[in-house]
């Protein structure tokens, strides 16, 4: 056999067509060079991509061929920068929104996804990231563009699991789609509501909850880890996966980690011990309510039958009424990116911006608005009493005057959120006493 033969052999032996990185057409000799370009986040683009495939291709491989059964949890992409392209990479972080940067990583990776990575936990990619919740992962560095101008190191955080550890009930096929899901309706006790329940609604799983402001569902605490677990819809049945480092409990009941377990209409689920007393900014607390089941396009809501429990009340205007029979304070109508929802206002203090911890949350096309906008803490006969926490940023108004930092919003009156974001739409929101919802 001529050495020619010999090498494309021994080349063969090492080619993994089950991660999508067989394709010889990508090699490229200058690939340690940026070439000069017009096109202002290339080298930004380059590197993240240069990371990618040079994880893909011997980080992986490398691994697989020891351990074939193993998979990469991935937690965060973190990008950082020296000299001049530090600007050009708060640009880029600024207008690509987190959402959109973790479906950019999603199609870098491939076929990789859902056979060798897991992106169940991937949180997004920036910049900054706790030392703390870094504390969990493996890094996995390689100094990329040393020769550029602009200089960008791109570290992966995650760490090597068992397949069945990293999702033990999950099929291959679809173990990391968001799908769509029952609404379900948490309310949570935790360091920033220790008194008065926050209510957080999602529909599309899997979701992260944990003390990340990049979690789907944020939950503030001592002892909360940054991805402290994961919520799942599967096979009709919500799920919960525990990976944090102080434990969850399930009404009293510690969740094996690793494991996956189902959640009852009404479960009670503890962060850090059985249940967090009166120790809600250190044992926080949250409560599940199902909603309604899936819904298929064009069809109506189905509601869940309830348990004894913890009653949970049907769907009414294409909003949902209070739980347990409590009345709404107050009745929010809202213009935002995703047309025109109502939310009662029915637990004070009431918390509004694009946080996923805010009581209503606003959508992150919305981009003028703060995380935490607004906070509405007492209802009067005239109103409520307002505090606007984004003053001194893309502010809020009414008509054309800017609202100071403490206002009454008067029933009827229209205020606007992030007016001055000149690349995003801003909110409308009015708000109205209950007799009118109700008469609605």
Not at 171 to 194: E, I, K, M, N, Y
Not at 286 to 292: A, F, H, Q, T, Y
């Amino acid at each position: 056999m001529s050495l020619g033969g010999l090498w494309s052999r021994i080349s063969s032996a090492f080619e993994r067509r089950d991660i999508g990185m067989h394709d010889t057409d990508l090699d490229d000799p200058h690939e340690d060079v940026i070439r000069p370009t017009a096109t202002r986040y290339a080298p930004i683009r380059k590197a993240v991509e240069r990371r990618v495939r040079t994880f893909l291709r011997e980080d992986l491989v490398s691994h697989l061929e020891i351990g074939p059964d193993e998979t990469f949890v991935l937690h965060y992409l973190e990008i950082s920068a020296e000299g001049p392209g530090a600007v050009d990479l708060d640009h880029f972080l600024d207008e690509f929104s987190p959402q959109a940067r973790v479906q950019w990583v999603k199609k870098l990776l491939g076929p990789a996804v859902s056979r060798h990575v897991s992106l169940d936990q991937f949180l997004g990619l920036d910049k900054d990231f706790p030392a703390e919740v870094l504390a969990e992962t493996d890094p996995f560095e390689d100094k990329l563009n040393q020769a550029a101008v602009a200089f960008y190191r791109v570290t992966l955080h995650g760490r090597w699991v068992g397949v069945a550890q990293a999702n033990p009930a999950a099929p291959a096929a679809t173990r990391h789609d968001r799908v769509a899901g029952p609404g379900v309706r948490l309310s949570v006790q935790d360091a920033r509501s220790p008194n008065a329940a926050k209510t957080i609604e999602i529909e599309h799983f899997p979701a992260v909850v944990g003390s990340s402001t990049h979690a789907d569902v944020e939950v503030s605490g001592y002892y909360v880890s940054a991805r402290h677990c994961t919520l799942h819809w599967e096979g009709e049945q919500l799920l919960l996966a525990d990976h944090s480092t102080n434990g969850t409990w399930i009404d009293g009941e510690r969740v094996q980690r690793g494991n996956r377990v189902a959640l009852a209409n009404g479960a009670l689920v503890g962060f850090g011990r059985d249940r967090g007393d009166a120790e809600y900014d250190r044992y926080p607390a949250l409560r599940v309510n199902m909603l309604r089941q899936p819904v298929a396009a064009g069809a109506s809501a189905t509601p869940v039958t309830p348990s004894m429990s913890t009653p949970v009340a049907p769907l009414v205007n294409g909003r949902t009424s209070p739980v347990n029979g409590v009345k709404a304070l107050a009745v929010i109508a809202i213009a935002d990116a995703t047309g025109s929802p109502l939310r009662d206002v029915i637990t004070l203090p009431f918390t509004i911006g694009r946080g996923s911890s805010q009581d209503y949350v606003v959508p992150d096309a919305n981009e003028g608005v703060s995380r935490e906008h607004l906070v509405i803490e007492e209802i009067t006969p005239s109103g409520a009493a307002t505090l606007n926490r984004a003053v001194s940023r893309n502010g809020t108004f009414s008509g054309n005057a800017p609202l100071p930092e403490r206002f009454v919003w008067r029933f009827g009156q229209e205020i606007v959120l992030g007016e001055r974001w000149a690349d995003a739409p801003p909110v409308c929101m009015t708000l109205r006493p209950v007799k009118e919802k109700e008469a609605a």
